[in-house]
């Protein structure tokens, strides 16, 4: 491990001195995303395996390079998980089919799964990491526990980033118990009254973890609760009564759930060719938008999938925009199967002019010359 950080940090420090950009990469897996992606690789699968875990302090440490399929076994062995349930993305993949997401990676995307609105986001569970800033300097922020932050929180600010500020090389987690008990009840709802529902049900004492609602053959609205398992099943009957509703097989919904999270789920995959996939932010309680699109909707209503031709993206744009919302280029479906999402159009949708400022301002401090996936947000930062 020390040799591979060694050899990483004096890339850097070559990459710096010649301001040669460097395309920071982990397994490889979320390489379809951003506005471009160039510069000689960076790989962290030099590091990798877990550094510390400690099940009874809900803490585990691992190296950026480590599967996140090993973190997640590692985890479940003592009955503990990420409850954030980041996707792998794994069949997205096809230059390199053997890929594995990896924990570095994870967190640069800041991408969580369905139950991202009732548990929080990746930043959320991030507690101190290690990095390489553009200076090829290895430093280390945050800690192993919750309450050590003092100043900015920059440990938190590294999720999302997308590699644009550095080399991320350890990790520190906090992790949660597998809930005791588990149930996935559906409804046949259109979009409207399903939006209507799962905010309704938002507002009660419910132990809702997850929505997702999707129009295939019949539109449907998935609600996932988990917790005690009196609470559960307590919340099945109430959530049933004079609703038309089931409650799915326990291994069916765990396997649609993980589906969704990876994007494999028919929507995802069925889409017709020349089509961009859209990462839309808005509000819990916006109502009905772009039906004229195949969507699907997690997030209790805050996230929304869109697939519409690329002719469209000032409408879905100003349709984010309009309440309050942000609309992002994320992937693309091609005659050959997904593609890039390297295009012309901006992917990310335009800061203000503050935020630019301040965005520009974190860049420079982290990576004073600009080598760390240079153009990967936008296409002069």
Same mark, same amino acid.
């Given at each position: 491990?020390?040799?591979?950080?060694?050899?990483?940090?004096?890339?850097?420090?070559?990459?710096?001195?010649?301001?040669?950009?460097?395309?920071?990469?982990?397994?490889?897996?979320?390489?379809?995303?951003?506005?471009? /992606?160039?510069?000689?690789?960076?790989?962290?699968?030099?590091?990798?395996?877990?550094?510390?875990?400690?099940?009874?302090?809900?803490?585990?440490?691992?190296?950026?390079?480590?599967?996140?399929?090993?973190?997640?076994?590692?985890?479940?062995?003592?009955?503990?998980?990420?409850?954030?349930?980041?996707?792998?993305?794994?069949?997205?993949?096809?230059?390199?089919?053997?890929?594995?997401?990896?924990?570095?990676?994870?967190?640069?995307?800041?991408?969580?799964?369905?139950?991202?609105?009732?548990?929080?986001? /990746?930043?959320?569970? /991030?507690?101190?990491?290690?990095?390489?800033?553009?200076?090829?300097?290895?430093?280390?922020?945050?800690?192993?526990?919750?309450?050590?932050?003092?100043?900015?929180?920059?440990?938190?600010?590294?999720?999302?980033?997308?590699?644009?500020?550095?080399?991320?090389?350890?990790?520190?987690?906090?992790?949660?118990?597998?809930?005791?008990?588990?149930?996935?009840?559906?409804?046949?709802?259109?979009?409207?009254?399903?939006?209507?529902?799962?905010?309704?049900?938002?507002?009660?004492?419910?132990?809702?973890?997850?929505?997702?609602?999707?129009?295939?053959?019949?539109?449907?609205?998935?609600?996932?609760?988990?917790?005690?398992?009196?609470?559960?099943?307590?919340?099945? /009957?109430?959530?049933?009564?004079?609703?038309?509703?089931?409650?799915?097989?326990?291994?069916?919904?765990?396997?649609?759930?993980?589906?969704?999270?990876?994007?494999?789920?028919?929507?995802?995959?069925?889409?017709?060719?020349?089509?961009?996939?859209?990462?839309?932010?808005?509000?819990?309680?916006?109502?009905?938008?772009?039906?004229?699109?195949?969507?699907?909707?997690?997030?209790?209503?805050?996230?929304?999938?869109?697939?519409?031709?690329?002719?469209?993206?000032?409408?879905?744009?100003?349709?984010?925009?309009?309440?309050?919302?942000?609309?992002?280029?994320?992937?693309?479906?091609?005659?050959?199967?997904?593609?890039?999402?390297?295009?012309?159009?901006?992917?990310?949708?335009?800061?203000?002019?503050?935020?630019?400022?301040?965005?520009?301002?974190?860049?420079?401090?982290?990576?004073?010359?600009?080598?760390?996936?240079?153009?990967?947000?936008?296409?002069?930062?």
């Amino acid at each position: 491990m020390e040799n591979a950080l060694h050899h990483m940090i004096e890339q850097v420090r070559s990459a710096h001195s010649q301001r040669r950009p460097l395309r920071v990469c982990g397994g490889g897996t979320k390489g379809f995303y951003g506005q471009s /992606v160039q510069g000689e690789v960076l790989s962290t699968q030099g590091l990798s395996g877990i550094v510390s875990y400690e099940p009874s302090e809900l803490v585990i440490t691992a190296l950026a390079g480590t599967p996140l399929p090993e973190i997640e076994d590692t985890l479940a062995q003592s009955g503990q998980y990420l409850a954030f349930e980041p996707p792998h993305f794994v069949e997205d993949n096809t230059a390199t089919p053997n890929a594995t997401s990896t924990l570095g990676g994870m967190v640069a995307a800041g991408l969580s799964g369905p139950a991202r609105a009732s548990v929080g986001a /990746v930043r959320d569970f /991030v507690l101190g990491l290690h990095m390489v800033n553009g200076k090829a300097e290895h430093l280390q922020f945050g800690g192993q526990v919750m309450k050590n932050v003092a100043g900015y929180d920059i440990s938190r600010l590294m999720a999302g980033s997308w590699g644009t500020l550095g080399l991320i090389t350890q990790v520190s987690l906090k992790v949660l118990p597998i809930p005791v008990a588990d149930a996935t009840l559906v409804f046949e709802l259109p979009q409207a009254l399903a939006l209507e529902q799962i905010n309704r049900w938002c507002g009660q004492p419910l132990p809702i973890n997850a929505s997702c609602w999707v129009a295939d053959d019949t539109p449907k609205l998935f609600v996932r609760l988990r917790g005690a398992q009196a609470a559960v099943e307590a919340a099945c /009957v109430r959530m049933l009564k004079d609703k038309t509703g089931h409650r799915m097989d326990a291994q069916v919904a765990a396997a649609d759930w993980r589906a969704c999270a990876d994007h494999r789920l028919p929507i995802f995959a069925e889409a017709p060719a020349e089509q961009w996939l859209w990462r839309l932010s808005v509000p819990p309680t916006t109502g009905v938008m772009l039906t004229e699109y195949p969507q699907l909707i997690e997030w209790h209503g805050g996230l929304r999938w869109v697939w519409a031709p690329q002719e469209a993206a000032t409408q879905i744009r100003e349709a984010a925009a309009k309440v309050q919302g942000s609309a992002t280029v994320f992937k693309r479906q091609t005659e050959g199967g997904l593609g890039a999402a390297h295009t012309s159009i901006q992917v990310l949708q335009a800061l203000t002019p503050p935020l630019d400022h301040l965005h520009r301002q974190i860049k420079a401090a982290f990576d004073p010359v600009g080598i760390f996936n240079p153009g990967r947000l936008y296409a002069d930062l």
